[in-house]
């Protein structure tokens, strides 16, 4: 199901044919991240520190975790006039989990990002792949987030 989701949401976001641009300051909405056997549900935003460095912030939860993501990532436009950005970028997460070791992680990640032109939202779909710096826990190369987040100029 969780694979089947984030197919849809790839479709949906490189099948848009708006007129898009990609002038805004900040973000904030619903964040979707699997990793693992997870799936978070949460609140994501991001903040353009400049046209091209922005720092991002992820608090998601599942039933008995809680992530929280601080990620780094350097957008960069595909053409003149476009709505799509790339991005890319690093940051740590920590997963607290009730009852049992907390897991740190160093998640590097690749994307999407969608503005669509006079309409104040976001899509974005990123691969972040969790490189584990816990003991106990094994690396996850098939992690995936998708945000829709309100866009603020």
Same mark, same amino acid.
């Given at each position: +199901?969780?694979?089947?989701?984030?197919?849809? +949401?790839?479709?949906?976001?490189?099948?848009?044919?708006? &007129?898009?641009?990609? $002038?805004?300051?900040? *973000?904030?909405?619903?964040?979707?991240?699997?990793?693992?056997?997870?799936?978070? %549900? !949460?609140?994501?935003? &991001?903040?353009?520190?400049?046209? /091209? /460095?922005?720092?991002?912030? =992820?608090?998601?939860?599942? =039933? !008995?975790?809680?992530? %929280?993501? *601080?990620?780094?990532?350097? /957008? &960069? &436009?595909? #053409?003149?006039?476009? !709505?799509?950005?790339?991005?890319?970028?690093a940051g740590p997460s920590i997963y607290l989990f009730d009852g049992g070791a907390n897991v740190f992680a160093l998640r590097p990640h690749l994307g999407l990002d969608f503005k669509i032109d006079g309409v104040p939202i976001v899509l974005n779909f990123d691969?972040?792949? *969790? %490189? +584990?710096?816990?003991?106990? #826990?094994? $690396?996850?190369?098939? *992690?995936?987030?998708?945000?829709?987040?309100?866009?603020? $100029?």
């Amino acid at each position: +199901m969780k694979k089947l989701l984030f197919v849809f +949401m790839l479709v949906l976001l490189c099948s848009v044919s708006l &007129k898009a641009q990609t $002038n805004y300051k900040a *973000a904030l909405g619903l964040g979707v991240e699997s990793i693992g056997e997870a799936t978070l %549900i !949460g609140v994501k935003g &991001k903040f353009f520190f400049t046209d /091209h /460095h922005v720092g991002q912030a =992820d608090l998601g939860f599942e =039933d !008995g975790i809680t992530g %929280i993501t *601080a990620l780094y990532s350097y /957008h &960069k &436009k595909f #053409a003149p006039g476009s !709505g799509f950005r790339w991005y890319a970028g690093a940051g740590p997460s920590i997963y607290l989990f009730d009852g049992g070791a907390n897991v740190f992680a160093l998640r590097p990640h690749l994307g999407l990002d969608f503005k669509i032109d006079g309409v104040p939202i976001v899509l974005n779909f990123d691969w972040r792949p *969790a %490189i +584990m710096l816990s003991e106990d #826990a094994e $690396n996850e190369i098939g *992690a995936f987030a998708f945000g829709l987040q309100f866009a603020f $100029n």
